[in-house]
Nanobody, 122 residues
Framework: QVQLVESGGGLVEAGGSLRLSCAAS????????MGWYRQAPGNQRELVAT???????AYADSVKGRFTISRGNAKNTVYLQMNSLKPEDTAVYYC????????????????WGQGTQVTVSS
């Protein structure tokens, strides 16, 4: 099992910045990649930013150039730096860990954090 704990959400004015953090614990060796998703009221959960293979990253078009995903040296912590925030960025942000059986590509169930609220006022 993997446990993910997010922090750093809050209320910010449009144009402001926030930094989200996510720390993973438990079966760290099963984590293949980590990323961030978000879900606004009435909407489906959507990808915001993620690490893919190695150090490659992928971003939603709506956040490119404004958000940056990074990770700590131990690679069990991932961050999301959010700049130039817009009211449409308001959502619950979830940390995600894509998991596999260690040394294989056999997928295990993804792990999710509890979510952290980000609210951007206009």
């Amino acid at each position: 099992q993997v446990q993910l704990v997010e922090s750093g959400g809050g209320l910010v004015e449009a144009g402001g910045s926030l930094r989200l953090s996510c720390a993973a614990s438990g079966s760290i060796s099963s984590i293949a990649a980590m990323g961030w998703y978000r879900q606004a009221p009435g909407n489906q959960r959507e990808l915001v930013a993620t690490f893919t293979s190695g150090d490659s990253t992928a971003y939603a078009d709506s956040v490119k150039g404004r958000f940056t995903i990074s990770r700590g040296n131990a690679k069990n912590t991932v961050y999301l730096q959010m700049n130039s925030l817009k009211p449409e960025d308001t959502a619950v942000y979830y940390c995600n860990a894509h998991r596999v059986v260690p040394t294989t590509t056999i997928r295990l169930q993804d792990a999710w954090g509890q979510g952290t609220q980000v609210t951007v006022s206009s």
